[in-house]
C-alpha cells in the first residue's frame, strides 16, 4: 500500500466504496467461491447469516495492482473487522422469539400479580370492614366528647371575655391617667425651658453689651495714639525739611 501513487489509491478506495455499496445492497453469492480466503458466514442467536463476496473483491484488488496474496490479506482484514462489527451490533439486538419469549414471562407474572390480589382482596375485604366499624365507633366517641369539650370551652370563652373586657377598661384607664400626666410634665418642661432660656438671653445680652463697651472704649484710646502719631510724624518730617535746606543752603553759598 505504501508503495502505490496516490492516483492509484484513490482510484482503489472508491471502487471499494462502489463494491461495499453493491455487496450490502445486493449480498450476492458466486457459487464459483471454493478457495481459502472465500465465502465467510458468520451465524449468531437469531439465525442471521453475512454473506460477503471475498472473490469479487480480490478480482478488484488484482485489477487495481495488488499482488494475489495482498489482495487475500486485505480482504481478510476487511472480513475479520466486518465481523467485528456485526458481532457488537447484534450483541446490543434482540430476536423477535427472545422478545415474544419475555413477553410471555411478563404476561405470566401479571397474570400471578393479579390472582395474588383478588385473593388479598378476598380476604381483608372482611377485616377492614370490622376495623371500619371499629374506626367509626370510635370517631362516635370522639365526636361526642369533642361536643361535650366544645360547650365548657364556650362557658369558659364566655366568661374569660368578660374578664379580658374588664381588663381592658382598666387599661385604656391608667393609660389616659398616664397620658394626662405626661401632658402636665411636658407643660412644666416647656414652662421651665422658657424661663431658663430667658435667663440666659438675658445674660448673652448683658455679656454682649460690655463687650461692646469694652471695644468701643480700645477703638477710642487707638484712635487718639494714631491722631497723636501722626502729629510726631509732621513734626519729624517738618524738622527733617528744614535741615535739609538749611544744608542746601549752606552748600550752596559755600560754591558761590
Known amino acids: 500500500l505504501l508503495k502505490m501513487h496516490n492516483h492509484s489509491f484513490i482510484h ?9 455499496i453493491h455487496f450490502k445492497v445486493v449480498g450476492f453469492q458466486s457459487p464459483s467461491l471454493q478457495h481459502r480466503a472465500g465465502m465467510h458466514k458468520i451465524t449468531k442467536p437469531g439465525h442471521r447469516k453475512l454473506l460477503f463476496d471475498t472473490q469479487a473483491l480480490v478480482r478488484l ?5 495488488f499482488t494475489i496474496q495482498q489482495a487475500k490479506v486485505f480482504v481478510n482484514m476487511l472480513v475479520n473487522t466486518t465481523n467485528s462489527n456485526m458481532d457488537i451490533m447484534y450483541n446490543d439486538m434482540v ?4 422478545q415474544e419469549i419475555m413477553l410471555q414471562k411478563v404476561m405470566s407474572h401479571i397474570a400471578a400479580v393479579k390472582k395474588d390480589m383478588i ?3 378476598k380476604s381483608e375485604f372482611s377485616t377492614l370492614l370490622a376495623e371500619n366499624e371499629k374506626y367509626n365507633n370510635r370517631l362516635q366517641v370522639c365526636l361526642s366528647r369533642c361536643s361535650c369539650s366544645l360547650r365548657f370551652s364556650a362557658l369558659y370563652f364566655g366568661i374569660y371575655q368578660d374578664m379580658m373586657n374588664k381588663v381592658c377598661l382598666d387599661n385604656k384607664l391608667d393609660v389616659n391617667l398616664e397620658k394626662s400626666q405626661v401632658k402636665e410634665m411636658v407643660s412644666c418642661l416647656v414652662k421651665t425651658r422658657r424661663k431658663w432660656k430667658m435667663c440666659w438671653m438675658a445674660e448673652q445680652d448683658r455679656h454682649v453689651t460690655q463687650n461692646n463697651m469694652k471695644i468701643d472704649t480700645e477703638v ?3 484712635k487718639t495714639m494714631l491722631e497723636s502719631h501722626k502729629l510726631d510724624s509732621i513734626k519729624y518730617l517738618a ?3 528744614f535741615t535739609c535746606l538749611t544744608v542746601v543752603l549752606g552748600f550752596y553759598r559755600i560754591w558761590m
Do not use: N
Request: with cysteine; glycine share 12%; hydrophobic share 45%.
Open 119 to 121: 385473593i388479598l382482596e
Open 239 to 241: 524738622g527733617s525739611v
Open 61 to 65: 484488488l488484482e485489477d487495481s495492482g
Open 220 to 222: 477710642a484710646g487707638l
Open 12 to 20: 482503489l478506495i472508491v471502487h471499494l466504496l462502489k463494491c461495499l
Open 95 to 98: 430476536t423477535k422469539t427472545q
